[in-house]
């Protein structure tokens, strides 16, 4: 993404050492920039892999996430922004990835997920797992909220799904997960409709057999 400010705001960002993840951490994950105004998928935190590489899912669980992706026409970067809450991966003392504390959270979070958020201003937020949901919505349990979609306070739909890690071991979940997806993608639709760009493109295209892109429509 050409801007400058979401440039600059990630020069920050992989330099920041404002917490003690960044004696765990190989390197900062801020995270891919797709276009504004449009859909952001939010993690919680770089694992192994990703610390190694500074992309966010790029282990089974990217992989996963990717196939869901392009089932719904959708390519990272290209379409869509991922971004993870915490941007340093946070480990156990023999150097696993482990959950971050609320803390934590609450710490990068707002120091830089907001900014980020801010600088991108999605339509939609797709939070997958229980702990970036837990960062917007501290007394939501994944349980309750999973496949639904909710108003913020700060203004953006927030959509609630699983994390990939979870389905692949819960394999019994795939079709939830499949219904999941084509949700995001019609509530993505329903809010770019709303903003009036795409209706008539839109209904041109229905029933036409072969998938469109997302972005088509934009
Ligand atoms: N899990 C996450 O939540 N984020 C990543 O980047 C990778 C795995």
């Not at 501290?138 to 909220?145: H, L, N, Q, R």
Request: aromatic share 8%; net charge positive; with cysteine.
């Amino acid at each position: 993404m050409a801007n400058d400010e979401i440039a600059k705001l990630t020069e920050d960002i992989v330099i920041c050492e404002a917490c003690h993840l960044k004696d765990s951490r190989t390197q900062v994950v801020p995270g891919l920039y797709g276009p504004k105004n449009g859909l952001c998928i939010i993690g919680e935190a770089p694992g192994y892999h990703e610390d190694k590489q500074g992309i966010p899912f790029v282990g089974r669980s990217g992989k996963l996430l990717d196939n869901m992706l392009s089932g719904i026409g959708l390519e990272r970067k290209k379409d869509l922004s991922i971004l993870n809450v915490i941007k340093c991966r946070p480990t156990t003392a023999d150097n696993n990835n482990r959950t971050p504390t609320n803390s934590e959270l609450k710490f990068c979070g707002e120091r830089w997920l907001f900014k980020q958020l801010k600088l991108l201003s999605p339509k939609l937020i797709v939070t997958i797992g229980s702990i970036p949901l837990r960062f917007f919505i501290p007394s939501a349990a994944v349980t309750k909220y999973v496949g639904k979609s909710y108003d913020t306070d700060f203004g953006i739909k927030l959509f609630v799904t699983y994390h990939p890690a979870y389905i692949l071991r819960n394999y019994n979940l795939m079709d939830v997960y499949n219904e999941h997806f084509e949700g995001i993608k019609n509530l993505y639709l329903d809010l770019l409709n709303q903003n009036e760009i795409i209706s008539e493109k839109k209904k041109s295209v229905k029933g036409q057999g072969e998938q469109k892109s997302l972005t088509d429509f934009m």
